[in-house]
């Protein structure tokens, strides 16, 4: 099994930057695919952004896309969330996931591995 832990929410004003972190460890990381979820209070959790095992194939919903940016480095065992201009809708608690190399999905029921989450908050 993998254990994931987020790190890097804070507090930031509204067009700040902050790079999210989620390490892992316990099994081989570069095996699984990828994933960022975030929920805000009284929403369902929405996908953010994902990453194929290799790195070379990243999809984003369309309320980050441009904004966002999922990376994810092996000899580290560490994907990032790279978030510019910060919207105060972007604040929610923001969590990692793993899931099977071939996950292709942006239900959060498919991955298996889950983090404990970080908060992001934007203030307007």
């Known amino acids: 099994q993998v254990q994931l832990q987020e790190s890097g929410g804070g507090l930031v004003q509204a067009g700040g930057s902050l790079r999210l972190s989620c390490a892992a460890s316990?099994?081989?990381?570069?095996?699984?695919?990828m994933a960022w979820f975030r929920q805000a209070p009284g929403k369902d959790r929405q996908f953010v952004a994902d990453?194929?095992?290799?790195?070379?194939?990243?999809n984003y919903a369309d309320s980050v896309k441009g904004r966002f940016t999922i990376s994810r480095d092996a000899a580290k065992n560490t994907v990032y969330l790279q978030m510019n201009s910060l919207k105060p809708e972007d604040t929610a608690v923001y969590y990692c996931?793993?899931?099977?190399?071939?996950?292709?999905?942006?239900?959060?029921?498919?991955?298996?591995?889950w983090g404990q989450g970080t908060q992001v908050t934007v203030s307007s």
């Open positions: 990453i194929s095992t290799n790195g070379y194939n990243t």
């Open positions: 316990g099994r081989v990381f570069r095996i699984y695919h």
């Open positions: 996931a793993a899931g099977p190399y071939y996950t292709n999905t942006r239900n959060y029921r498919e991955y298996d591995y």
